[in-house]
């Protein structure tokens, strides 16, 4: 069945540096991506999505790159600040479904 | 930010006790899904619909049910809650259009003695 599993389920950096969150995915089908921030004591937020057509979508200080042939996924934030703390989820859908798969989490601890 | 909220926040209660979370949402949302959580973990779907009288269940069995009356509203119900329901429930919502993102409300952090 379908399983969407990050790499690290923790990440330390300091303020300033950049991040790189890892997920990998096993549906081939999947053709939507999504990354969520959840803080403590709140729900999941969605940051940015990424359609299987593409290979790289930027936000701001947030990009997302696909990798469909070894079926990756990373989220990248540039100049991460202590607020960026919580949490990061990447979830996958396949088309015609409502239903996404959420992977396991990867908690980013940045440090002052 | 989504307008997705969820009551309790916070609950304590002993074992055998029925429970209702609540959620609404204000978006007109069709789409509305329970996720059980422990703390750092990936989410858990219980139950999710697709609209008014639409209830399917999810992977995890959660010995709950959920209605949809009203588009706007989604409780989950617990008739005799037991020490293995304390978790974390979201609840989220999202619009009809393929390739959308959920919406989540903060939660109710569920503890059952």
């Known amino acids: 069945g379908e399983s969407v599993g990050l790499h690290l389920p923790t990440l330390s950096v300091q303020e300033g540096d950049n991040s790189i969150i890892n997920c990998a995915y096993s549906n081939s089908a999947s053709d939507y991506f999504i990354w969520y921030k959840q803080e403590s004591g709140k729900g999941p937020q969605f940051i940015i999505d990424?359609?299987?057509?593409?290979d790289k979508r930027q936000g701001q200080r947030v990009t997302v790159l696909l990798n469909k042939t070894v079926k990756h996924l990373s989220l990248q934030i540039a100049a991460t600040q202590p607020g960026d703390s919580a949490v990061y989820f990447c979830a996958s859908q396949t088309g015609g479904s409502y239903i996404p798969t959420f992977g396991r989490g990867t908690s980013l601890i940045v440090h002052p | 930010e989504a307008d997705i909220y969820q009551t309790p926040r916070y609950l304590v209660i002993g074992t055998g006790k029925k429970i209702t979370l609540e959620c609404s949402q204000t978006?007109?949302?069709?789409?509305m899904y329970w996720y059980q959580q422990d703390p750092g973990m990936e989410l858990h779907l219980i139950h999710y619909?697709?609209?008014?009288?639409?209830?399917e269940k999810g992977d995890l069995s959660s010995e709950s049910t959920v209605s949809r009356i009203r588009t706007e509203h989604f409780p989950l119900t617990l008739e005799s809650a037991r020490p293995s329901h304390t978790s974390q429930y979201l609840c989220?919502?999202?619009?009809?259009?393929?390739?959308?993102?959920?919406?989540f409300g903060d939660g109710t952090r569920l503890s059952i003695l």
């Open positions: 989220a919502s999202r619009s009809l259009p393929i390739n959308q993102p959920q919406h």
């Open positions: 990424i359609r299987s057509n593409m």
């Open positions: 619909s697709y609209g008014v009288n639409s209830t």
């Open positions: 978006m007109g949302h069709d789409k």
